[in-house]
């Protein structure tokens, strides 16, 4: 069979733009680092790595969440601990043996205390209450004031009977805060506060003397809660060591399935350099003799 000219030309040119083709390829390779820029280079690789992509964007996400959480489980923790703390001060004072006259003064540091919880009860994290279950627009802890001497009459909760749960991914969640049960003993702790002050008020040493009782059963629950507390964000800070190491494991991954073997590619890439050149040494000694035929 005959080969014409012009298909040898044909031919070589393809030949030349297939090795040209392969240089570029491998020399982005070289430049980017990757193996992988577009589907069409390995569509398999390219459909894991997408895969491993959009889990990666779900572990942020509950990473997200998870910070979250943290930060409200340590702020709950913190305004229970200063709970507890004026709790130990009602109580030191409810205990003490005590006359008239120190009694009007206790009332008004109880009256402060009083103020306190109210204040802590109704901390706010990221804009959020905190005791207020589902209800985190709403401040929990509602107050009657006396018109005249502003002091606090009543303390009532208002929060939600429901608990607020972030998830933390896998279908997992966590409850960052404490339960409505918890609230509302939290609320039945300030009106024993109430009551305190009130009994000190008036010289009512029997009734200062009995709330001392009801005192140490709220003192029990919120030293529960905040044992709660700890347990939750030991929870939590066990997830985001576990979703650190999802995303470390995910981004090898990818980093595998689109990263080049430099040493390989730069082989490559110098055999199809050789290749062109030759290619094309070869091209332009055909083309000459091509030419002297015709003048023959």
Known sequence: MRITTSGLNSELITQLQQLASQQNSLQNEVSTGLSVSQPADDPEAVSQVVADQMQESS????????????????????????????????????????????????????????????????????????????????????????????????????????????????????????????????????????TLRNSLQAGDAPTVQATAASLADSDDTIVNAISDQAAVQSRIQIVQTQQQAQLTNLGQQVSTATSANLPTVVINLNQASESYQALLDAASKFMNVSLLDYIH
């Open 59 to 194: 572990l942020i996400q509950a990473g997200l969440n998870a910070s979250t959480a943290l930060a409200d489980s340590q702020t709950t923790s913190a305004s229970l601990t200063q709970i507890k703390s004026i709790a130990d001060s009602a109580s030191q004072v409810a205990l003490a043996d005590v006359g008239p006259t120190s009694m009007q003064a206790d009332s008004i540091e109880v009256n402060q205390l009083l103020e306190q919880a109210v204040a802590a009860g109704n901390t706010t994290s990221g804009g959020n209450y905190i005791f207020a279950g589902t209800a985190v627009t709403t401040p929990p802890f509602t107050v009657t004031r006396d018109p005249v001497s502003g002091q606090i009459t009543a303390v009532a909760y208002s929060g939600a009977t429901t608990s607020a749960s972030v998830p933390l991914g896998d279908g997992s969640s966590v409850q960052p805060s404490t339960d409505p049960a918890t609230n509302a003993n939290l609320a039945t702790f300030m009106n024993q506060l109430l």
